[in-house]
């Protein structure tokens, strides 16, 4: 399916994962010049990309750059138990999968590869990045889910008992927790069309995907020195669903040498859809600077493979 947004040509289709799962997909692409980059977005819980992204995705292609983005397992259009979670390690594969089909065809080799998560779609990214430390050319994290604030995580003792149960009833809605939607987005009417949205998730979360978001959020907490790759981080002040400290803590721990913070005193914790208009407009302003630098710096990643192969050259031709 494909349909004219301005300037911009917008293209859905399903895709299926290694686990014969059938996955939604869509992208973002200019209509009459060469894209800049490749940006692939990775969602947050209980959210989609086709509806909850569309502002992302027409800003960045009307920016001049291609945007891809693709429905987690359990989220959005795509298969599988609504707002379940059974392994977030294959939420991660599944993205690997399709965005490295993306950027491997002939046309795409030569374009930077920016990865772009919003809350658990950070954590995605992060772990994208992970996965292959050295594939990916930049990120851009929006609010990421390095850790779970301690104002929507339950107890201690609640938690203990929680992820016992997840062995017997996984799927079961019972984690006492708000409303995120209340706490996430700060516009009545965006929290209005989520709540009408079929495409997202409503409601207490599943068992096994609540300890699935523990553990990811863990595991990125005690590891994030290990995250290289240049990146921009952007973050409500006010956030009270990821925690922003969490953030600043990436950004000081990160070996990476090349790194951005932004905190935004007194925004919410969605920046890019359901905060305050002129918000919205400032954080994005903010990022597509970034990227635009980044595509104003080169591709050191193919200056790197390029001086490879020259070097393997040169041996080869000595060695002769």
Not at 130 to 139: E, H, I, S
Request: aromatic share 8%.
């Amino acid at each position: 399916m494909a349909g004219e947004i301005g300037s911009i040509r917008y293209e859905e289709e399903f895709v299926l994962n290694s686990r014969g799962m059938k996955l939604f997909t869509c992208r973002w692409l200019p209509e009459s010049l060469e894209p800049k980059a490749l940006i692939f977005l990775c969602h947050g819980y209980a959210m989609e990309c086709s509806v909850s992204m569309k502002g992302t995705g027409n800003r960045l292609a009307k920016a001049g750059f291609a945007v891809y983005g693709m429905d987690s397992e359990g989220h959005g259009k795509s298969s599988g138990l609504q707002g379940y979670i059974s392994c977030f390690d294959d939420l991660v594969t599944d993205c690997s999968d399709h965005f490295t089909r993306i950027c491997e065809r002939k046309e795409n080799k030569k374009k930077l590869r920016i990865i772009m998560g919003e809350s658990m779609g950070g954590a995605v990214a992060l772990l994208l990045h992970r996965m292959k430390p050295d594939y990916w050319d930049a990120a851009v994290l929006v609010a990421p889910m390095c850790k779970i604030a301690d104002e929507i995580k339950p107890n201690a003792l609640v938690i203990s008992v929680l992820t016992k149960l997840c062995w017997i009833i996984p799927t079961w809605r019972i984690i006492p927790t708000q409303d995120i939607i209340d706490f996430a987005f700060r516009e009545p009417e965006t929290r209005n069309e989520i709540r009408s949205n079929p495409y997202c998730y409503k409601g207490r979360p599943r068992l096994q995907t609540g300890y699935q978001l523990l553990l990811a959020s863990l595991d990125l907490e005690k590891r994030l020195q290990e995250v290289s790759l240049p990146f921009l981080i952007v973050h409500g002040g006010d956030d009270k669903v990821t925690d922003p400290s969490v953030s600043k803590l990436l950004y000081e721990s990160a070996s990476s040498s090349d790194k951005t913070f932004k905190l935004y005193h007194g925004m919410w914790h969605a920046l890019t859809y359901g905060e305050l208009p002129e918000n919205v407009d400032i954080v994005f302003r903010d990022i597509i600077e970034w990227l635009d630098d980044k595509v104003d710096l080169g591709n050191a990643r193919l200056e790197k493979e390029q001086k490879h192969k020259n070097d393997n050259l040169l041996k080869a031709g000595s060695s002769q």
